[in-house]
């Protein structure tokens, strides 16, 4: 038998999800109590009972995407298998498809979580961290980490916002956003 507690669980995670599913159509503004509670086949009443307004419900949309680069990157740090340029371009790579992907939901990823949302804030701070793990491994010197990966971080940001403004196209800069991140690391290492 279910408990009620796995069941408000399993509820709110349905509610992420469903969220996360109109996010991903049609924006911030398709992202309604209302439209999530509808797509998750609860009662209207539902989602108010797990997030007291749409905020907090991006925000657990948020927290959940860094939870998974967060997993994606705990596997990347793992694989001692792969040299660490490999790993770090790995890594970007990730998060770039994100970006491609699910352009309202990296956007969402890259707000700045306010304090009333700790689980967004953790998610960002764990994969911060892993993030400069990976680095740290491929220039050798964790002192440095920070603002290489800021460098690495921002190039991937101004990537994915030009590929998805249509500005980064290899027929007007003869290069791809792949090939430029490449560019990057190899630069770098």
Excluded: C
């Excluded at 408990?3 to 669980?9: D, H, K, L, N, P």
């Excluded at 209207?44 to 939870?67: I, M, N, Q, T």
């Excluded at 770039?96 to 949302?117: D, I, Q």
């Amino acid at each position: 038998m279910v408990s009620r507690v796995e069941s408000a669980a399993a509820t709110r995670r349905g509610l992420v999800d469903a969220a996360a599913e109109l996010l991903d159509e049609g924006g911030p503004d398709a992202v309604t109590l209302r439209a999530v509670g509808a797509r998750a086949g609860v009662s209207r009443g539902a989602p108010y009972g797990h997030f007291p307004d749409k905020e907090h419900l991006l925000a657990a949309v948020a927290a959940k995407s860094w939870e998974a680069v967060g997993d994606e990157l705990d596997q990347l740090i793992a694989d001692r298998s792969r040299p660490p340029t490999e790993r770090l371009e790995r890594a970007l790579t990730g998060l770039m498809e994100v970006g491609r992907r699910r352009p309202h939901a990296y956007a969402l990823m890259f707000s700045a979580p306010a304090e009333e949302h700790p689980d967004a804030i953790a998610a960002v701070s764990r994969t911060h961290d892993q993030f400069l793990t990976i680095v740290a491994d491929v220039i050798g010197d964790q002192g440095r980490a920070g603002p290489i990966g800021a460098l690495l971080m921002t190039s991937l940001h101004g990537i994915v916002a030009m590929e998805n403004s249509g500005q980064l196209t290899p027929e007007k800069w003869h290069v791809t956003g792949d090939e430029l991140l490449h560019m990057l690391i190899t630069r770098i290492a």
